[in-house]
């Protein structure tokens, strides 16, 4: 059974860092892509940013050059550097497994998701 189980949120000032990692259990596979997603109260969920197992990166425009997403494929685990944190980064932050590898792109399998609070 694959288990993803993310941590790392919490509440920080604007301006700040956080780190959010996810690690998955159950999966095998060697070659795999994970991503982030966020789904703020009221709004769509939308897709932050997607790493596959072969190194390639892709971010949404929303994050690009204040988040970092990097995965370790011997720990299968997903990591979340963000920086440069907006109130609008607000939100209950997901990862996921993806069939399609893009921000948002299709998912296999999800966490339970960790928030994180941006105050201004």
């Known amino acids: 059974q694959v288990q993803l189980v993310e941590s790392g949120g919490g509440s920080v000032q604007h301006g700040g860092s956080l780190r959010l990692a996810c690690r998955a259990s159950?999966?095998?596979?060697?070659?795999?892509?994970m991503g982030w997603f966020r789904q703020a109260p009221g709004k769509e969920r939308e897709g932050v940013a997607a790493a596959d197992s072969d190194g390639s990166t892709n971010y949404a425009d929303s994050v690009k050059g204040r988040f970092t997403i990097s995965l370790n494929n011997a720990k299968y685990t997903l990591y979340l550097e963000m920086s440069s944190l907006k109130p609008e980064d607000t939100a209950m932050y997901y990862c996921?497994?993806?069939?399609?590898?893009?921000?948002?792109?299709?998912?296999?399998?999800w966490g339970q998701g960790t928030q994180v609070t941006v105050s201004s």
């Open positions: 159950g999966y095998t596979y060697s070659a795999y892509c």
């Open positions: 996921a497994i993806l069939r399609d590898c893009r921000p948002g792109g299709a998912a296999s399998y």
